[in-house]
């Protein structure tokens, strides 16, 4: 069972002199958690620097710490309970050291945020808030130490926890509890203290071994970004580590954003005990999959029905540490799980200051220790998760010349733009996030948005399927609407011709429309001569593959002619020049002029399921 | 996944970072527990294999069943091994007599940085602990070292969410420290689970063994009569000596490793 204890890890943050060194040190010394000597040479150092003994010593390991009486660098130390073995990460308070501070409190689960009992609430105190709010650490204690200096008064506790709740929960963050201490004194950190008995939670120590250890990530969505592709020897192995979910072998798996989808054929191993069929989040493994194509690190592999998002334009809180400003229209680098990638700030949406909440001003950028509302365009597509839904695809840093100068968090992108290249020529435009999702009306309307595309030459019965189709559906009690490419002309496309410049517009004009008809949650009918297989590959990519349903509606040139005598012809001379897709689509062939399109729109329903 | 499994994913993902972005990349390796582990984790992160070389900085005053371990398991995981002493240093006498401070300067962290510019080194991975002292505590996972392998602490990079710096001028490079989170205890359990072969000082004779190794002079062997792995982990939860009791130059004066590392030394 050795193996099996449980490691909890929790960061200390607070205003600078809040006393979060001496609360480990302390932690330290009366778990019995030090080596033999640890407490005498500090003492010894005290005495060597002609200073008084302080537990804070036994962390700030660095000369200058001690000299100065401040903590710079963050420090991991570890100590055990009955219970399990702790991780605690010392972060340094000092405005100056803040990206020390977030370097600790990222590798966090569960948070202390001490304050002052007699100095009470301080800029730093607000700031580490608003920064764990942004690392997403939901269990936050505040500690509030110095309970000496305020005669261990009831009154007082009550009064701090008054104001920094109205602080913190307006940032979303609900501390679990509020503890009283003395860490100079050791009052409350092992024992209760007899100072406070109207304290009614327990002890540091005792609520430590009471906080939950996050779970059930092996039970989210699989997302597996590749690291690297291995060829040592006659396997092929794609190495990487589960960030969350659960693989097995035999799974049909996505790769995005390349869009590729195998099977998993084994897990790979060097040590035979290391054998197995099934892996999970945290894991870092290297599997090999049936189909042999090129993999780049960055991509995502998934299962199939649950795919990050993709996209090149998102929103994002991020935190600046950098020297120098971020500023928009400057090149950076993004990194985010394992993908990097060109990337630029197109809008700052706010700037706020993370002390006050104030709102601060955008002419020069996002200056270091502030927070922001950006918008973030990537060089080309990438994958990602809503930090909400998925903390480590949802996350990303920004490099800006050798230096991680910030991180940032993606708040998400509308629906409507999702899984597409964005592209646009306006200037401090954002996506903008809206309270009703797809899935909301998907689960309202009890039906799925669905661009059905109908594709063939002039002549060959697109129309007289599509209107039987649409009243067939409207009859079902669907939600639908024809979207006949010929009487946009009259409206939508009045300025096109019948160029093949002007027809790759049309087509264009058409599946954005379809799109946002679909993401309405509407089954859309589109008719459209579409000849060429590019065409139709740019309008599937514009409406989604998941959305967009290609019938192909096959009829020779005889019994089109017939049809269609007069013929109206998109773009010139080669009218009965069809390209196939290469891929799998629903084909109707058109044996006679005088076919029964009533028949043909029936065998159309099914493509509305799924 | 249990304890050890979290330590050695995370472990193997710091190693395939390392590869992956450092062209010319090598792990140095000690001989010791910790460095053996770390050979072991490599051997795990690329399926057997060992795709870079292994460097061990030999003083010339190790204790010579570290020499012995060296070859013979070099030559059975066949390693590509490069082993480099500081013979400028060596031939005008240098030795601990000269103090024990500039003694690890000039052979090993001087030996270091000689072996780290002759092959040009981006990266180098250590298998350094935070629980080991002070200084480490403070490390980061990539850690940026001059061309004269100095040590800015004072201004080192954020480091969240496992994105490390990767980024770094010409002719600096980059320690790795794959195992900085593991500690003493750890390291004997992870040992102990996946049976990985280690040289005999470590195992009580005549109730004295070594708990870290060193050179000859400046290490020494702790009281003990711990002779196999599960005695050394049952010594371990009920001692209340700090590992590197035995080493000297952690004694030698205030923040002595402080200014050691700041230097370029492990």
């Known amino acids: 069972m050795e193996n099996s204890r449980e490691t909890l890890n929790i960061v200390v943050v607070g205003h600078v002199d809040h006393g979060k060194s001496t609360l480990i040190g302390r932690l330290l010394f009366d778990t019995d958690s030090l080596p033999e000597g640890a407490i005498d040479k500090v003492k010894q150092l005290a005495k060597e620097k002609g200073k008084a003994f302080e537990y804070a010593y036994l962390l700030d390991a660095f000369e200058e710490e001690q000299e100065q009486g401040i903590t710079i660098d963050t420090t991991q130390l570890q100590f055990s309970t009955e219970k399990r073995d702790y991780v605690i990460i ?68 009550n009064q701090i926890k008054t104001d920094f709740n109205e602080f913190l929960n307006n940032l979303n963050i609900y501390p679990i509890d509020y503890i009283p201490i003395s860490a100079y004194f050791g009052e409350n950190i092992v024992k209760k203290s007899k100072k406070m008995p109207w304290n009614r939670s327990g002890s540091i120590i005792e609520i430590m071994d009471t906080i939950p250890k996050d779970k059930d990530l092996e039970k989210k969505p699989l997302r597996f970004p590749i690291q690297d592709v291995y060829k040592f020897d006659d396997r092929r192995i794609i190495a990487g580590r589960i960030e969350s979910g659960t693989l097995n072998v035999g799974d049909e798996i996505l790769i995005s954003p390349s869009n590729k989808t195998t099977k998993i054929k084994s897990i790979a191993y060097w040590s035979d005990k290391d054998q197995r069929n099934e892996a999970s989040a945290g894991m ?27 996209s090149n334009i998102f929103n994002a809180n991020v935190f600046w540490m950098g020297k120098t400003n971020l500023v928009k229209n400057k090149k950076y680098k993004l990194k985010l799980s394992t993908k990097e990638v060109e990337c630029e700030v197109i809008t700052i949406n706010k700037i706020i200051d993370a002390s006050t909440l104030a709102q601060g001003d955008f002419a020069e950028g996002i200056k270091k220790n502030d927070v922001a509302e950006v918008t973030i365009r990537t060089k080309e597509m990438i994958c990602f998760d809503e930090f909400a839904n998925l903390q480590t695809t949802g996350r990303f840093v920004i490099v800006d010349g050798f230096d991680v100068s910030g991180g940032g968090i993606i708040s998400g992108i509308e629906d409507s733009l999702k899984n597409r290249e964005l592209v646009t020529n306006s200037t401090n435009i954002a996506p903008r996030k809206r309270l009703v999702s797809t ?113 192909f509606i096959e009829a020779t040139e005889d019994v089109c002619k017939k049809r269609n005598p007069g013929g109206i012809y998109e773009d010139g001379d080669e009218n009965f020049y069809y390209e196939k897709s290469d891929y799998p689509v629903f084909s109707l062939f058109i044996e006679d002029a005088e076919f029964n399109a009533d028949k043909k729109a029936l065998s159309l329903i099914e493509l509305i399921r799924g | 996944m249990d304890h050890l499994d979290h330590l050695e994913a995370q472990s193997i993902f710091i190693l395939r970072e390392a590869y992956k972005h450092f062209g010319k990349l090598g792990m140095l390796w000690s001989v010791g527990k910790d460095s053996t582990v770390l050979l072991w984790l490599a051997k795990k992160a690329f399926f057997g294999h060992c795709p870079f070389p292994f460097i061990h900085v030999d003083t010339k005053y190790k204790i010579p069943e570290m020499i012995e371990f060296r070859d013979r398991t070099a030559k059975e995981y066949n390693l590509d091994l490069i082993v480099h002493s500081n013979e400028e240093a060596l031939a005008n006498g240098m030795g601990p007599e000269h103090g024990r401070m500039v003694c690890c300067k000039a052979l090993k962290t001087e030996g270091l940085t000689q072996v780290t510019k002759k092959y040009e080194f981006e990266g180098l991975i250590l298998g350094i602990r935070r629980d080991e002292e002070g200084s480490r505590s403070k490390e980061r996972i990539f850690s940026e070292r001059n061309s004269e392998s100095e040590w800015d602490y004072t201004d080192q990079p954020p480091e969240l969410w496992d994105q490390f710096k990767t980024d770094f001028k010409k002719g600096n490079h980059i320690r790795v420290h794959p195992i900085l989170h593991w500690n003493e205890l750890d390291i004997w359990e992870y040992i102990k689970r996946e049976n990985i072969p280690l040289v005999d000082l470590y195992f009580a004779k005549d109730g004295k063994r070594y708990r870290s190794l060193g050179c000859a002079p400046c290490t020494t062997p702790i009281e003990s009569t711990a002779s196999n792995i599960d005695e050394i982990i049952e010594e371990l939860k009920n001692t209340k000596q700090s590992e590197r009791s035995g080493r000297a130059q952690d004694q030698e004066m205030a923040h002595a490793m402080q200014k050691l590392r700041k230097d370029g030394y492990m």
């Open chain 1, 90 to 157: 010392d972060a340094p308070g000092h405005k100056e050291f803040l990206k020390n501070m977030i370097s600790g409190a990222a590798n966090a689960e569960a948070a202390f945020l001490l304050v002052d009992a007699n100095e009470g609430i301080q800029e730093q105190s607000r700031r580490h808030g608003y920064i764990l709010s942004l690392l997403g650490i939901k269990k936050v204690y505040v500690i509030v130490n110095k309970m000496d200096l305020v005669d261990y008064s009831e009154d007082r506790l």
């Open chain 1, 284 to 310: 870092s493994v290297g599997i090999i999959v049936e189909d042999e194509f090129f993999n780049k690190r960055g991509e995502i592999i998934s299962h199939i029905e649950d795919a990050p998002i993709k």
């Open chain 1, 439 to 551: 899935k909301d009306r998907e689960k309202s309307y009890g039906q799925k948005g669905r661009v059905i595309w109908l594709t063939g030459l002039s002549g060959s019965g697109k129309n007289e399927i599509a209107i039987k189709l649409e009243k067939k559906l409207f009859d079902f009690g669907k939600k639908v609407y024809y979207l006949d490419s010929t009487n946009l002309r009259f409206g939508l496309s009045s300025d096109l011709e019948f160029s093949a410049k002007d027809a790759h517009e049309q087509t264009r004009r058409i599946a954005e429309v379809a799109r946002l008809f679909a993401d309405s949650g509407t089954i859309v009918i589109v008719s459209s001569v579409s000849r060429y297989r590019k065409d139709r590959e740019f309008a599937k990519e514009i409406i989604g593959e998941s959305v967009y349903r290609e019938v």
